[in-house]
């Protein structure tokens, strides 16, 4: 009799402790009813305190509640890509919300799944291709400030090689190389791009060893397309310059950051979840740019120079003000073929794809 | 490669193996007691979380230090109360351990996002032994912590072998039944050994958040819990080992980034493979020789043990 009472005690304590590891938070108030406020919810691939991509979508949501105080927003983090988050979408779905984002690229398969189920709740998807009556995607032109801080990355360095701790071997990693590159060129055609691939988003220790190897291999200015600031670390650790991303790095690194190209989620959330309540909505893939304020380059630091921030202001104006953008024509790529003609540009599908490096790069992209 | 990168890459290699052989010692401890605790992953980051939150509070890294150690060993006796009170299954109890604290250490370190490390373990050349040409560099000119890990392996050695609790906590871990027969009280052994392990592995979690990457991230980890768990095996259970084993699995990674800035391309998801690569050829290999009792894992590995069921 002890025993069994002891095995089901034990079962209890490992349930309670299995149920207390998962995370799941709202961040309204409980005695509201809940027909009072607007249901809308997020589901990030990673923790919130990544200080990275999530982290940047959660700011977004902050930003949504602090403009529309009706409004109710639940977030499930690290929510993997695949079969979990099927579950998770239908359990918001039933939950009562009229709007879920989706915030990670693998999402795409178990959104437009979920999306036929419940024809009623709008879904926003970041980053994909698919689209229904009931899903739009958005996503930001993240390789227009890329462009900029590849200028200022040039302008600093001194060494003409600058190092980039890159992801994974996808079109948007290869699309910010490309565009640094070119911005790096811009301004300083003896510089060269060389490229690490750590295949990790989220990993602090090995993503500042990626870039301590780019350091030895004598790069004096580091950037980054990863979710933690381990390469800004290394940086600082070896009195290099820096360049983050997703969010304003400087904190971790301020001997070392320059800036970053960011991300600024707030406002597309809020018209969003407006035009959806309002009934005005419909499904369009969204790909905001500088003009949009969807994406922009943090503050510079005080480690860049007046002449820089007056050049990076020139070349962002160019890029809100006329037709001109980053992947405009001539552009050769690694083996000196002409990729764009002169005056000619990229078409947003031929950017979706990306598959090759421009001239300047050093690095292979992996089968 | 000339001298320089080799160097520079074998050192980050010490480096990079020290979390993973901090967390790796602590479990050959804690399953040479014949307890398996697969809470690694999350003894770790709960040692990285409260060494960072007092190293921030008290401004100093040796509070930290301790703080984690306290706390990986702390956490580890709910497995241990689970598992040796209660008897409930190892492999379960364990696994819920590691989902608890990364859970856990995410609540707890809620605040501490985006606070960069206010003091942190730098690297010191010892005098002397740093001057030896190409090993004084790599083994040392680093931070106190990898010095203390040294004098761990000897001191997890010695312990092992050399002394008169090495030889019950194997007794315990290889036949409790007989060890109960002459009077070695079976699981305050094992109480002990659990919470020896929850240092170590706090210890490793506070080398990532304090020393390593000085800064508190949710997951901060990575999966390093797992790989210790699989380089005891590969170690079979044996702390020298486990020193090679860890620089080995520590420095894949870094090799991999390295051979990249030389235009070599390897693939890294290959190289993400290949301590579980390692650690089955392992396995293979002693299952193929079977007569060595030697390099055998202790016999009751994952058994709980109850006397009235002798």
Redesign the interface.
């Known amino acids: 009799m002890r025993k069994k009472l002891?095995?089901v005690?034990?079962?209890l304590?490992?349930l309670v402790?299995?149920f207390?590891?998962?995370?799941q938070k709202s961040t309204a108030d409980e005695s509201k009813t809940e027909d009072e406020k607007y249901k809308v919810a997020f589901i990030y691939v990673?923790?919130?305190?990544?200080?990275g991509w999530s982290?940047s979508h959660d700011a977004g949501k902050e930003y949504l509640l602090k403009e529309m105080p009706d409004v109710e927003a639940t977030y499930i983090e690290?929510v993997p890509e695949g079969s979990d988050s099927e579950r998770v979408l239908t359990e918001l779905a039933e939950k009562g919300n009229q709007i879920i984002f989706a915030t990670s690229f693998g999402y795409m398969d178990s959104v437009m799944n979920v999306a036929k189920k419940y024809p009623d709740v709008t879904f926003i998807h970041c980053s994909g291709y698919k689209t229904d009556k009931n899903v739009a995607t958005y996503f930001g032109r993240m390789y227009q400030p890329r462009y900029l801080s590849g200028v200022v990355a040039a302008k600093k360095t001194a060494s003409n090689v600058i190092g980039y701790v890159a992801a994974y071997p996808i079109p948007e990693v290869i699309r910010g190389i490309n565009a640094f590159t070119l911005g790096a060129k811009s301004v300083n055609p003896d510089a060269v791009v060389?490229?690490?691939?750590?295949?990790?988003w989220?990993?602090?220790?090995?993503e500042?060893?990626?870039a301590?190897?780019?350091l030895?291999?004598g790069a004096d200015v580091i950037t980054q397309h990863q979710d933690?600031?381990?390469p800004q670390?290394a940086a600082q650790e070896q009195n290099a310059f820096s360049i983050g991303y997703n969010t304003d790095m400087s904190?971790?690194a301020?001997e070392a950051y320059l800036t970053a190209p960011v991300w600024n989620w707030g406002p597309y959330y809020v018209d969003t979840v407006k035009a959806v309540r309002a009934g005005t909505w419909k499904s369009a893939q969204y790909w905001g740019g500088l003009k949009d304020g969807v994406v922009a380059l943090a503050p510079m630091t005080d480690l860049v120079d007046e002449e820089t921030k007056a050049l990076v202001a020139k070349e962002e104006k160019k890029i809100i003000d006329t037709d001109w953008d980053v992947f405009t024509g001539i552009i050769k790529d690694q083996e000196g073929n002409v990729k764009v003609q002169e005056g000619q540009q990229l078409t947003d599908e031929e950017l979706l794809s990306m598959d090759w490096f421009v001239e300047g790069v050093?690095?292979?992209i992996?089968e | 490669m000339d001298n320089a990168i080799i160097i520079s890459t074998l050192s980050a290699a010490v480096i990079a193996g020290t979390p993973i052989l901090y967390a790796a010692l602590g479990e050959i401890i804690c399953e040479k007691s014949g307890n398996l605790n697969l809470g690694v992953e999350g003894m770790m980051l709960i040692g990285a979380v409260c060494g960072f939150k007092a190293a921030v509070l008290s401004n100093n890294p040796w509070v930290g230090f301790l703080v984690a150690m306290l706390a990986g060993g702390l956490f580890s006796l709910i497995h241990a109360f689970l598992t040796i009170t209660l008897k409930s299954s190892q492999v379960v109890s364990g696994l819920a351990l590691t989902i608890f604290g990364t859970g856990l250490s995410s609540f707890i370190g809620k605040s501490m996002i985006g606070i960069p490390a206010p003091v942190k373990f730098s690297k010191v050349a010892i005098p002397i032994l740093s001057k030896i040409p190409f090993i004084g560099t790599i083994l040392f000119h680093q931070d106190v912590l990898v010095y203390i890990s040294y004098m761990m392996i000897v001191a997890v050695w010695i312990y092992l072998y050399k002394t008169n609790m090495g030889l019950k906590l194997k007794a315990v871990g290889e036949n409790p039944a007989a060890a109960d027969a002459v009077g070695i009280y079976v699981s305050k052994i094992q109480y002990i050994h659990v919470f020896i392990g929850g240092v170590f592995a706090g210890a490793g979690g506070a080398y990532l958040s304090l020393a390593y990457s000085p800064a508190w991230l949710e997951n901060m980890t990575a999966g390093r819990g797992w790989i210790a768990v699989s380089l005891v095996i590969f170690a079979l259970w044996n702390p020298v080992r486990a020193l090679v084993g860890s620089y080995i699995f520590g420095g894949l990674d870094i090799l991999g980034y390295r051979a990249q800035t030389l235009g070599i391309t390897v693939s890294p998801i290959f190289m993400k493979m290949i301590p579980y690569l390692f650690t089955m050829g392992v396995l293979i290999f002693i299952s193929a020789k079977k007569g060595n009792r030697n390099i055998a894992a202790p016999g009751a590995l994952g058994v709980s043990y109850s006397r009235e069921e002798r």
Do not use: H, R
């Open positions: 002891l095995g005690m034990s079962l304590m490992v402790m299995i207390t590891g998962c995370s990673g923790p919130v305190g990544d200080a982290y690290s060389k490229v690490v691939w750590t295949n990790t989220y990993d602090p220790a090995k500042k060893e990626a301590k190897s780019l030895d291999a933690t600031p381990g670390q904190q971790f301020p050093e690095g292979k992996a």
